[in-house]
């Protein structure tokens, strides 16, 4: 393999450690053969073995760590500023790879134009439905995962552009991260990834789910992953509501509605509990 990775992995993580270590075997497993990579993990300040085990790891891992936790934002942003390879991919250590998901990926960021994020499809890892396949924006401007329980995969074959994806599991070009300066790290463990996009968005990129790329995703597994979600949800509507009216919400209208009644049929609280927080 060339000295210089082509694929820069970033994992951040705060304990957790067998989470991490299915994550990490998991890469191993779709990965070995495949395009020369590296995985650079930072450490948030972990207390459970986490560190021990990591500092076990050789090649391809680079590992860095934290005496204190700095949160998702600042520890991409950093591993990204230690990244060599031409393209990051973004995983958390409770997101599990398997098949062919990476290379559908790879080759989006690598053959399409005006490509910001490119996300993929999540299954829930402990319950039968799906988490995740592209974000729509709702008409009062909040963000909504498409596909949220549903039990069904729409769009299997496809490349299909959204609004904005999740970062659990999404890849850019390393030269887009700098230059749009990476994750606003205003942002704590939430929203971050939807504001990049929206930036993004602005100087003409355009996001994508591959369709037929499909992880499983344990979901807010961290401890205090959602401390600050009200917080981060009133700064980026703050920013960003007014063009979100204008133009996502506009061209997301059929897909989120379609998302708010199938919520509806399956999960009625969970529905009403929605509807409650945007009036």
């Known amino acids: 393999m060339p000295r210089e990775p082509k694929v820069s992995i970033l994992i951040a993580a705060f304990e957790q450690l067998a989470l991490t270590r299915r994550c990490l075997q998991a890469l ?17 300040g972990s207390r459970d073995g986490t560190v021990e085990y990591l500092q076990t790891l050789g090649e391809p891992f680079r590992v860095f760590l934290n005496e204190e936790r700095k949160g998702f934002a600042a520890n ?8 060599s390879g031409k393209y990051l991919f973004f995983l958390n250590n409770d997101v599990f790879v398997e098949g062919d998901w990476f290379l559908p990926m790879l080759e989006v960021l690598r053959n399409g134009k005006d490509v910001g994020m490119v996300g993929n499809v999540q299954r829930l890892a402990h319950k039968p439905c799906y988490d995740h396949m592209g974000v729509v924006f709702a008409p009062q401007s909040n963000p909504r995962h ?29 030269e887009t991260f700098e230059l749009m300066g990476g ?57 960003w509501a007014d063009k979100i009216r204008a133009n996502q919400a506009v061209h997301d209208q059929l ?6 009644l199938y919520r509806g049929l399956t ?11 945007e009036a």
């Not at 191993?28 to 948030?44: A, N, R, S």
């Not at 991409?76 to 990244?83: D, G, L």
């Not at 498409?146 to 850019?172: D, L, M, N």
């Open 28 to 44: 191993e497993e779709t990965l070995t053969g495949q395009l020369p990579y590296e995985i650079l993990f930072v450490d948030d």
């Open 146 to 174: 498409y596909g949220q329980g549903y039990f069904h995969r729409p769009f299997k074959g496809e490349i299909r552009e959204w609004s904005a994806v999740t970062a659990a599991c999404s890849a850019c070009r390393r």
């Open 76 to 83: 991409n942003n950093f591993a990204a500023s230690q990244a």
């Open 183 to 239: 994750f606003d790290e205003i942002f704590v463990n939430g929203c971050e990834d939807v504001d990049l996009c929206l930036r993004m968005s602005e100087r003409g990129l355009r996001h994508y789910v591959v369709h037929d790329s499909v992880v499983d995703h344990m979901k807010g597994a961290t401890a205090g992953r959602k401390l600050y979600n009200d917080r981060n949800a009133q700064i980026l509507l703050d920013r």
């Open 267 to 277: 999960r009625p609280w969970s529905c009403h509990a929605a509807k409650l927080l």
């Open 255 to 260: 897909l989120h509605a379609i998302t708010y």
